[in-house]
């Protein structure tokens, strides 16, 4: 109906009301999609770029807290941060790196399971994938505590296997003990990660058609080709969503290395955790986060571009 | 290759989607899976290509037992109704697919073929999204065929195509069977798509083949109410034998005296046994009952009043209501209109006796017709 009016000369009869109400119509859609950014831009107005411009110039200021802090430029904070803070940097990325590589490993099977298998479970399934996040991160990870205790149930059944022979070899414990080892950092990351590798891995293979197995199976292709050259590709969309809900979170995480770490496997949140209370150097702390930022956003941009995820579907 | 089904049967948890079934599929032939949703035919289909296990049977491949056989090693391929194609391959690897996963090195040579085949040649980059429906239909036949399978399957290929390019594709799929000669398997709920593609049509309903033959046996002689009502569209009148003759059976339909021949009756003949008598609606004729002097003697006659006829410029429908059955249609060419035959006109309709079949009447009369085969 709208459309013939709009398009259409009005029988002249008719030209008077009919012109002045299409006005009206046409304009509304323009203005809409700025009236839905509004409250999310305000958002990020007042809390991302305001606090980021506030901590870049503070990254740059000297003086101390007596005295007060001035804007210098002193660029050598970022220097000395690095050099100070290297290994804080390097053992964060690690970790997240394997917390990352763990949770697609544990979460692809379950998300694979949950989407093609589970059937009138599926929505079951979904819910228990979510439910750790009816209590506080900071209570999990304190259970992990005490599921990670010298005396609980991990560390004897690990003895009994003899398989902290081995976690220590490679690294990860130390001195028959979980607890305050970068194997008890690892786990607490991956447990609490888990669900953001498992929820975008689910919707994208839950969006695959069925029918494209089949074809891919009656196009001679054994089960695991199957996976490989259909399944997975159109899944990557999934992986890089989640690996990258992972990596970046797990990397700036402090609770995991405070709670279940000592100060040997403090990553770069705990250290500047620390520079913003405890030292109170802020200049340090803000020059810490920038470069964080920046060593994530090139690592994301690398990754990326490697996995071209513009060219999937 | 022929393809024998024996005693094929498939069961979901309390549903019997296909109940035991005998089937052969002769070699080379354009073999048709015709019937309404639901029928099995689908489930029939995915059973040759190993989709679906069946619950008791088994399926022959020439002399080969395929029934354990999975998807992926039978000689077998199948177009998909949404076609299936795979998004994240172009149109070239689409098409490569199945000879990569048998391990051929160099598929350049008969994927260029076949892109020419289907005509896409010059679409050989695109993704399949970037493709019209008719075009991912054609890589979908393509994808199939490349593989040179012993039987192609189509399920359901064109539904999703509109009615032009629908006959367009018919053609071009029949011409493609003719030239490469393998047996084609088509599972489609569109009566007029079987009857014009395939040699052989069996009829599904509820799960078992209700007659299977060339498409003008099942037209002209079909053996239940089913098949009468879902290929085109039958009128069924409502008889009792009067005498079972050895070549003839004389009925009685109201006042009216019709004659069947015996081969033609799919039920026991016995006087006084209950029986529909059938005819197709453009076997009769219709004379105004003013002149049915002129009617040649020996020719099946029934009264009655039309109630309505559409003109529909190569011919005119008319529906009739007779007291041996209510709203009994006619299709008449037409070559001389009679002007006269109008609604509320009575009328006399006749046809040649060896057009009459006869169908069991312990049968649902309306099997088949619209409600029913939707």
Request: overall charge negative; glycine content about 8%.
């Amino acid at each position: 109906m709208s459309p013939a009016l709009t398009t259409a000369p009005p029988p002249p009869g008719a030209a008077a009301p009919a012109e002045a109400p299409p006005a009206a119509p046409e304009r509304r859609p323009r203005l809409t999609p700025y009236w839905l950014l509004l409250p999310a831009g305000i958002w990020l107005a007042v809390f991302f770029v305001a606090p980021l411009f506030y901590q870049a110039s503070t990254s740059v200021q000297t003086g101390s807290l007596e005295e007060g802090y001035q804007v210098t430029w002193h660029f050598a904070t970022y220097w000395e941060a690095l050099q100070d803070y290297g290994p804080h940097f390097l053992r964060s990325f690690l970790y997240a790196a394997v917390a990352t590589a763990l949770c697609l490993l544990i979460g692809y099977p379950l998300a694979y399971m949950i989407a093609f298998r589970a059937g009138r479970w599926r929505g079951l399934l979904l819910v228990m994938v979510i439910a750790p996040f009816f209590t506080s991160f900071l209570i999990r990870t304190l259970a992990w505590k005490s599921i990670l205790s010298d005396s609980g149930p991990v560390v004897s059944a690990l003895n009994s296997l003899h398989l902290l022979d081995v976690t220590s070899w490679l690294g990860l414990t130390a001195d028959d003990r979980v607890l305050a080892t970068p194997l008890a950092v690892i786990c607490g990351l991956t447990y609490n990660f888990l669900p953001f590798m498992v929820l975008p891995l689910y919707s994208s293979l839950e969006r695959i058609d069925p029918a494209l197995h089949e074809a891919s199976r009656d196009l001679y292709a054994k089960p695991s080709t199957t996976f490989r050259r259909v399944t997975f590709p159109l899944s990557l969309p999934g992986v890089v969503a989640g690996t990258l809900l992972t990596f970046i979170p797990a990397s700036g995480d402090y609770i995991n290395a405070q709670l279940l770490g000592s100060p040997r496997e403090q990553m770069v949140g705990n250290a500047i955790q620390k520079q913003f209370l405890n030292v109170l150097d802020y200049p340090t702390a803000a020059a810490m986060s920038f470069i964080l930022m920046a060593l994530i956003l090139v690592m994301v941009t690398l990754y990326m571009r490697r996995a071209g995820t513009e060219d999937l579907v | 290759m022929t393809i024998t089904l024996s005693q094929v049967s498939k069961v979901f948890g309390d549903f019997t989607a296909v109940h035991p079934l005998d089937l052969t599929i002769p070699e080379g032939s354009f073999f048709a899976l015709l019937g309404a949703s639901g029928c099995g035919k689908t489930t029939t289909l995915r059973m040759i290509a190993g989709l679906e296990d069946p619950s008791s049977g088994s399926v022959l491949l020439g002399d080969q037992d395929i029934t354990a056989l999975p998807p992926h090693k039978r000689p077998v391929n199948t177009v998909f109704q949404s076609y299936a194609l795979f998004p994240h391959l172009d149109v070239y690897e689409n098409i490569a697919f199945g000879l990569r996963r048998q391990g051929v090195k160099s598929v350049a040579g008969k994927v260029d073929e076949m892109l020419d085949l289907v005509e896409l040649g010059p679409m050989a980059r695109r993704k399949p999204r970037q493709l019209s429906g008719g075009q991912q239909q054609r890589v979908a036949v393509a994808r199939a065929l490349i593989n040179r399978p012993q039987v192609l399957l189509l399920d359901e290929p064109l539904g999703a195509l509109d009615l032009k390019l629908r006959r367009q594709m018919q053609l071009e799929l029949k011409r493609i069977q003719t030239d490469v000669g393998i047996t084609f398997v088509h599972v489609t709920h569109d009566q007029e798509e079987a009857m014009t593609m395939a040699d052989q049509v069996a009829v599904m309903y509820g799960g078992r083949v209700e007659q299977l033959g060339a498409p003008a046996e099942l037209y002209e002689n079909p053996r239940t109410t089913f098949v009468a009502n879902f290929l085109g569209t039958s009128n069924l009148i409502e008889a009792e034998v009067v005498d079972a003759g050895s070549d003839h059976a004389l009925l009685k339909a109201a006042d009216s005296k019709l004659r069947l021949p015996t081969e033609r009756a799919h039920t026991t003949l016995r006087a006084g046994d209950r029986i529909l008598a059938g005819v197709r609606p453009e076997k009769i004729s219709l004379t105004l009952a003013a002149d049915e002097g002129t009617i040649p003697e020996g020719r099946n006659r029934v009264p009655g009043t039309i109630t309505d006829a559409s003109f529909l410029g190569v011919s005119t429908q008319y529906v009739v209501n007779s007291p041996a059955g209510p709203e009994l249609a006619v299709y008449e060419q037409n070559v001389e209109r009679d002007s006269r035959l109008i609604p509320g006109a009575d009328v006399v309709l006749h046809w040649n006796p060896a057009h009459t079949f006869g169908l069991d009447s312990a049968q649902a009369i309306d099997a088949g017709t619209g409600e029913d085969a939707a």
